[in-house]
Each structure stands twice: as structure tokens, then as C-alpha cells.
């Protein structure tokens, strides 16, 4: 493992840099352990200090997509979605089509959208792609909005359980 910057040199302006430095005290750690942090961090809401975790691993490895795509969230969620963010998240996706993380991040981006029909679209197909990866499979599933398929035994998208589905979205609205 690389040796990274300090967590007692996080600037005092991020929320949550504070608590985490006394929770985790780290002085080494890899590329793959401050992305594992920082998306602890934006499942808290803290995305200024995750984004500083990213920005760390993202010096120790430029090359790092889950990194990028966490960070693409970051930005949209902190309100500095200019445009750029749905850009830099598609074109993660196209230049890594087998690789779920860019896929992960326009699904998040749809969310925040209010695109959900596109933000379905996107998370299925990063789960297709993360089959074998537990942690980006636990991590969608955390942002699927959908609920559980009616007959788990039938494909997501099979067309009874997308008939039945609705039935209970229209039943459970009211």
C-alpha cells in the first residue's frame, strides 16, 4: 500500500474530515481503502469529505474508475452539477462499457434527476456487469429505489413481475 496524506491534514472546512481523522486515525492506506471510506461517506450525506478522500486516491492512482465515478457523484450531490457531471459520468461509461462503476454513476446522477426509469435502466446494467463484485452489488441495491421483483424467482424485468409491481406501486400510494 501506498502511504497517503495524513488525515489530521484535512482541511477543517470538510464536514465529517474531523470525526472521521478520530475514528479511522490512518496513516497508510490504498487507493481502494479511501474509496471504500469515502463511499461510506456519501452514504452519510458527507460528500465534501468524501470528496477529499477521493481527491487523495485519485493522486495515488489517476486510473481508479470507481474512484472517478464516486467522485462524479460527489460533485452532482454537493450542487456543482453544471452538465458536466451526466458528461463525465457517460463518458466513464462508454470508454469502460464492461466495467459497472461508470454505469453506477449515471444511475445515481438519473436519481438525482428524478429520472428513475433511466436510473433503473442504468443500475441493472451495472449489476449485470458487477455479477461477481459483492460490494458494487450491495452498493446498487442501496440505490435502487425499486422494491423487491413480486415473484423473486422471475427475472426483474420479466413482464408479470413489471405488471404486478405496478399493481403494488399503485395499491401502496394509496
Known amino acids: 500500500m501506498a502511504k497517503t496524506h495524513q488525515l ?49 486516491a485519485l493522486e495515488m492512482n489517476p486510473e481508479h474508475l470507481l474512484c472517478h465515478a464516486y467522485l462524479i457523484i460527489c460533485v452532482a450531490s454537493l450542487g456543482r452539477n453544471d452538465g458536466s457531471t451526466n458528461d463525465m459520468a457517460r463518458k466513464l461509461a462508454e470508454d469502460n462499457p464492461n466495467d459497472p462503476a461508470g454505469w453506477f454513476a449515471l444511475g445515481h446522477l438519473d436519481l438525482l434527476a428524478g429520472k428513475r426509469g433511466a436510473a433503473f435502466a442504468h443500475f441493472a446494467h451495472a449489476k449485470d456487469l458487477a455479477r461477481r463484485d459483492r460490494r458494487m452489488v450491495a452498493a446498487i441495491d442501496r440505490k435502487d429505489p425499486r422494491g423487491e421483483p413480486v415473484f423473486s424467482k422471475l427475472h426483474r424485468d420479466h413482464p408479470l413481475n413489471n405488471l404486478l409491481g405496478q399493481v403494488r406501486a399503485l395499491f401502496q400510494s394509496k
Request: net charge negative.
Open 8 to 56: 489530521d491534514q484535512a482541511p477543517a472546512s470538510s464536514t465529517g474530515a474531523s470525526s472521521l481523522r478520530e475514528e479511522l486515525n490512518l496513516e497508510y492506506a490504498g487507493t481502494d481503502d479511501l474509496t471504500r471510506m469515502a463511499a461510506r461517506l456519501i452514504e452519510n450525506g458527507e460528500f465534501t469529505a468524501a470528496e477529499d478522500l477521493l481527491q487523495q
